[in-house]
């Protein structure tokens, strides 16, 4: 079925089509969720309230995009509402300079492969990656897996989160580099 048929059937009261679209859009969802919010009881709260925005808003779906970018999006947005009441969204507590040169920036390939693929295996890789991406910023953790674990685009990305592409290469770029970073001061003495 596609998206606009099991739209049709929500806005025509066929409530369990609406399970489908979660069904369909709870994988990515999740991902946002889990990589933007560290409290369990936080997560399903949101998840719900993500989910109920979607419902309520859902006349309002124009087909622009797919429907999982545009729950992606209300996920995305619901999490940072939520972060930015705590004031966790970033290291700084504020957007970065769209001015930045360091804006422009974009890296094509994994910076990890060429230094410490060839220390250690990939399964070794694997589990310190997680553990490193869980320490970035919750915006950075949560582009570093939509683009590579969802492969979403930087378009995709861009529509969201809302954020202009260049700042979400930009957050790309500046995520890989703190990864890359963080696993040299880490392990390269240690580990390798």
Known sequence: MTDQQLVNKVLHGDTASFSIIIKNTEALTAQIVFKMINNSEDRRD????????????????????????WIAQIAYNTCLNYL??????????????????????????????????????????????????????????TLITLYHNEEL??????????????????????????????LLKQYKKEEL
């Open 46 to 69: 949101i998840a719900q309230d993500i989910y109920l925005k979607a419902y309520a808003k859902l006349s309002g779906f124009r087909f622009q995009s797919k429907l999982s970018t």
């Open 153 to 182: 685009s930087y378009e995709e990305i861009a529509r969201v989160t809302e954020l202009p592409e260049g700042t979400v290469k930009s957050y790309l770029f500046r995520a890989r580099k703190a990864l890359k970073e963080n």
């Open 84 to 141: 930015q009441k705590k004031k966790l969204v970033f290291p700084d507590n504020k957007y970065p300079d769209k001015n930045d040169e360091e804006f422009l920036e974009v890296i094509s390939t994994n910076p990890l492969h060429d230094e410490v693929e060839n220390e250690i295996s990939k399964k070794e890789l694997t589990g310190i990656l997680r553990t490193e991406i869980e320490n970035l910023p919750p915006i950075q953790k």
